[in-house]
């Protein structure tokens, strides 16, 4: 197993994402829904600062687990491995920053609602939301599919996890699993934003596993001689 500066810094970039996106979204005040109602901007606007800087917490955990995934890259993309993680680290990457910017319109619509809906009728403001309507729409399909591409990329990635043996056999099973089943319940329930919630804890635990994984142990770079 090799532990460096390299897997130190990866290892901490895994934490700090789950620290980020976990505590920036259970300590949140409120949760805006799959679309945007008129309560949202009532329950936003009761701490609306402090909502703010949960969702930028939550957001740059997201830009964290991007960084955390391309310091990863860097370690691991020797022949064979690169073949299977590359095209897997790569799709987790697109998945994370589709749910980043899917995010980002919540996080910017809520914000600014609060100020654009204020002493407006309940039909002005019911005129308002159907305005963004389309757009939130829109970034429904942002959240599924980020989820998705993500899936595609876990798979991958757990992948070549267990077939060159870089980590313990049980984080490549649980790298796959998490994968299959993202794929799994967004292709067969695409419209439930409740039934991917428990999706965002378990990515948020195989975050920290990787890396207190990675602190703790670092990985294993086998030399395969390849024909």
């Not at 909502?51 to 860097?74: C, D, E, K, N, P």
């Amino acid at each position: 197993m090799k532990k460096s500066f390299e897997t130190s810094f990866t290892g901490w970039a895994f934490v700090l994402a789950a620290i980020l996106l976990w505590f920036g979204w259970v300590l949140s005040p409120h949760h805006i829904g799959e679309y945007i109602v008129a309560s949202d901007f009532t329950k936003i606007g009761e701490s609306v600062w402090f909502w703010i800087w949960m969702y930028r917490f939550h957001i740059f955990g997201w830009v964290t687990m991007g960084i955390s995934m391309f310091a990863l890259l860097s370690i691991i993309t020797n022949r064979p491995y690169r073949t299977v993680v590359l095209p897997g680290i790569g799709m987790i990457i697109v998945g994370t920053f589709t749910l980043a910017i899917a995010n980002a319109f919540y996080y910017n619509f809520g914000a600014w609602g609060v100020g654009k809906t204020a002493g407006l009728s309940a039909t002005e403001i019911q005129e308002f939301i159907d305005d963004i309507l389309f757009t939130n729409q829109y970034v429904t399909c942002f959240i599924r599919f980020g989820r998705i591409f993500s899936g595609v990329g876990f798979v991958l990635l757990g992948a070549a996890f267990l077939k060159w043996n870089l980590v313990s056999k049980w984080l490549g099973w649980f790298t796959v699993l998490f994968g299959l089943a993202a794929m799994g319940i967004i292709l067969g329930i695409p419209d439930n934003f409740e039934i991917y919630k428990p999706l965002f804890h378990v990515k948020v635990l195989w975050l920290l596993v990787m890396g207190i994984t990675l602190l703790t142990k670092g990985i294993n770079l086998p030399k395969v001689v390849t024909k």
